[in-house]
């Protein structure tokens, strides 16, 4: 059984930072792609961070020069380090699993597994 657990967030002031973590298991590790995807109340759902099996990673323009996506994979773990956190980064932040493993632009639809998701809350 695929499962996959984010762990990290939090409430943090403004220009501030934190780091997410998105525990895999039930396949083999580097098999899928990983996304990071965040919803604010009343919005959407915002893809913002993909890495793929060969390493491309993507950043949406918002959260470029702030977020570093990177994997671990001994620990079967993806990370989302956070800095100079804005209040419009708030929400709650998914990761998610494609099959396709070099997809790496987070496209919601695409992703078969999510995580439960952890709360990002930055005050201003």
């Known amino acids: 059984e695929v499962q996959l657990v984010e762990s990290g967030g939090g409430l943090v002031q403004a220009g501030g930072s934190l780091s997410l973590s998105c525990a895999a298991s039930?396949?083999?590790?580097?098999?899928?792609?990983i996304g990071w995807f965040r919803q604010a109340p009343g919005k959407e759902r915002e893809g913002v961070s993909g890495i793929n099996r060969l390493g491309q990673t993507y950043l949406v323009d918002s959260v470029k020069d702030r977020f570093t996506i990177s994997s671990d994979n001994a620990k079967n773990t993806v990370y989302l380090q956070m800095s100079s956190l804005k209040p419009e980064d708030t929400g709650i932040y998914y990761c998610?699993?494609?099959?396709?493993?070099?997809?790496?632009?987070?496209?919601?639809?695409?992703?078969?597994?999510w995580g439960q998701g952890t709360q990002v809350t930055v005050s201003s």
């Open positions: 998610a699993a494609a099959v396709n493993n070099l997809l790496y632009v987070p496209k919601g639809g695409l992703y078969r597994y």
């Open positions: 039930g396949f083999t590790f580097g098999t899928y792609a």
